[in-house]
């Protein structure tokens, strides 16, 4: 809802035409399905990177399973 209310004021104050936030609005649907899709096959590439990255010296650590794909979307 936010997203679609910042679109149209976007439109709204002049900032885009309309029709750059309908491509936008197309753009987003089509890669969220995609991601959607695909997730069984993503969650290990993502889970694999939040490995790598936890050794990283001197940075704050992730927990690996609180902080997967998988627990993103319940």
Same mark, same amino acid.
């Given at each position: !809802?936010?997203?679609?209310?910042?679109?149209?004021?976007?439109?709204?104050?002049?900032? $885009?035409?309309?029709?750059? @936030?309908?491509?936008? *609005?197309? *753009?987003?649907? @089509?890669?969220?399905?995609? @991601?959607?899709?695909? $997730?069984?096959?993503?969650?290990?590439?993502?889970?694999?990177?939040?490995? *790598?990255?936890?050794?990283?010296?001197? @940075?704050?650590? !992730?927990?690996?399973?609180?902080?997967? *794909?998988?627990?993103?979307?319940?």
């Amino acid at each position: !809802m936010f997203a679609i209310l910042t679109g149209f004021s976007r439109i709204y104050v002049g900032h $885009h035409y309309p029709f750059d @936030v309908l491509g936008s *609005i197309i *753009i987003s649907l @089509v890669i969220s399905s995609i @991601v959607y899709k695909y $997730h069984p096959f993503l969650e290990p590439i993502a889970n694999a990177i939040i490995h *790598i990255y936890n050794k990283i010296p001197l @940075v704050p650590k !992730m927990n690996e399973k609180k902080d997967s *794909i998988e627990s993103l979307s319940k």
